[in-house]
């Protein structure tokens, strides 16, 4: 449904279920999927989504990577909005030899990506930008 443009709000209306529940889901089989295998030199873009289930003060951060030239999420990761979740996805993106990580200006990604790929550019990060924007259910 998501590829069908439909936000969290649309998409728990068409199932006829509460967003809560529908988020509640999606982070149960968001926990249960392998990760995909990342192309190798490429460039990508990372960026976080804030969320949250059931109640507005658990928030839950989804942290994604998005490969520019196919438009494709090649990696994903949710948890708290901590160093150590931002880690295990921009690991695997060192390990795929990345070309350029576009970011925004979060301090973070300054020590957890090598300097030689990191870039930090206006308009870096519009395509994923766009999809957390698709998935936003405010």
């Keep these: 449904m998501t590829r069908e443009g439909l936000g969290i709000r649309s998409t728990a209306r068409v199932l006829q279920i509460s967003t809560t ?9 968001a926990k249960n999927i392998k990760q995909p295998i990342i192309p190798m030199g490429k460039e990508y873009e990372v960026d976080e989504l804030c969320t949250y289930v059931g109640d507005k003060n658990r928030r ?13 999420i090649v990696n994903f990761n949710v948890g708290t909005r901590t160093n ?3 880690r295990k996805l921009t690991e695997n993106l060192h390990l795929s030899r990345a070309k350029k990580i576009f970011t925004d200006k979060l301090p973070s990604y ?4 090598e300097k030689k790929v990191h870039k930090i550019v206006r308009y870096g990060t519009n395509h994923l930008e766009r999809f957390h924007l698709t998935l936003s259910i405010d």
Excluded at 61 to 72: D, G, P, T
């Design 21 to 29: 529940t529908l988020l509640k889901r999606i982070l149960l089989i």
């Design 84 to 86: 150590q979740t931002l």
């Design 60 to 72: 839950t951060w989804l942290v994604c990577a998005l490969e520019r030239q196919s438009r494709n």
């Design 110 to 113: 300054r020590t957890l990506i």
